[in-house]
């Protein structure tokens, strides 16, 4: 797959994901980190809540 993503700044998410603590991931924190770069989570609801 091939992906442009303009403007240019997606991989400092990436990067803040990839930093988080090892094991199961904080939902809550991962929907932050996204929101903080613009990106809605659209997650079942079984998944989204904290």
């Given at each position: 797959m091939i992906f442009v993503v303009s403007p240019a700044g997606l991989e400092r998410c990436y990067q803040a994901r990839a930093d988080m603590p090892p094991g199961p991931k904080d939902i809550s924190l991962m929907k932050k980190i996204m929101a903080d770069f613009g990106i809605?989570?659209?997650?079942p609801p079984e998944v989204a809540r904290p």
């Open positions: 809605e989570s659209q997650l």
